[in-house]
């Protein structure tokens, strides 16, 4: 199962996350070759590790095997003020709209449904709260699989190369369809999200909230 992390929460869960930095560094820093993210302390973190942070960690009997974060775009974030170049426009920005970023798998469980799950969390988690759509900086190889996932992609402007790799900045729908698709494609329960301690769904003004199974 997915857990989802926030401020209201987070200290129930400080072994988790210090797992999940240095996880962050194992395969982004020595893994992917992103050298400007070393630090002497063997983690991974940045200035969108923050109280605002919403953390989604696939763990298994409390260890972390995968994540992502959402960071919201009404403030500072890595597309408006690291890779702005990558959108032909305006960078989006609104209070329904957060930052999609550090999607992680651990090597020994990214043939099985680990991806999926990680993949249904982050489309449950924004129906739950009232988020409509997420923006991301991905290598072009990722479109392919949000397509299979049936997520809906726009792109916010031409590809380019960063470090030698084809990446652009892409706006991701948040659906019902969308979610409906990846849990059919991992055979997955109704809900894959655990929320503990004070970090109960948020009900929309429209009143929807997912079944919890």
């Known amino acids: 199962m997915i857990h989802v992390i926030t401020a209201g929460n987070r200290s129930l869960y400080a072994s988790e996350l210090a797992q999940h930095h ?3 560094h194992e395969i982004f820093v020595k893994e992917r070759g992103w050298s ?3 630090r002497p302390d063997g983690r991974e973190l940045d200035g969108y590790d923050t109280d605002e942070t919403i953390y989604l960690l696939a763990l298994d009997e409390g260890r972390v095997v995968g994540g992502h974060r959402l960071f919201p775009t009404t403030r500072p974030h890595m597309l408006s003020e690291v890779f702005p170049a ?3 426009q305006k960078v989006p920005s609104a209070p329904d709209v957060y930052e999609w970023s550090r999607f992680f798998i651990v090597r020994e469980r990214r ?3 680990t991806y999926l799950r990680l993949m249904a969390a982050v489309q449950q988690l924004c129906l739950e709260e009232g988020i409509s759509s997420i923006t991301a900086v991905i290598e072009m190889w990722w479109l392919p699989r949000f397509h299979e996932a049936g997520f809906v992609v726009h792109p916010l402007g031409l590809p380019q190369p ?3 790799v084809a990446t652009a900045a892409v706006m991701i729908e948040i659906r019902e369809e969308s979610l409906a698709r990846v849990r059919q494609l991992g055979d997955l329960p109704a809900s894959v999200l655990v929320r503990r301690g004070d970090s109960p769904p ?3 003004r429209d ?3 997912l079944p919890v199974q």
Do not use: H, N, T
Request: hydrophobic share 50%; net charge positive; aromatic share 4%.
């Open 202 to 204: 948020l009900v929309r």
């Open 207 to 209: 009143g929807y909230r």
């Open 162 to 164: 960063v470090e030698g």
């Open 86 to 88: 990558l959108v032909a």
């Open 36 to 38: 400007a993210l070393d």
């Open 22 to 24: 240095l996880i962050r």
């Open 111 to 113: 043939s099985g449904r």
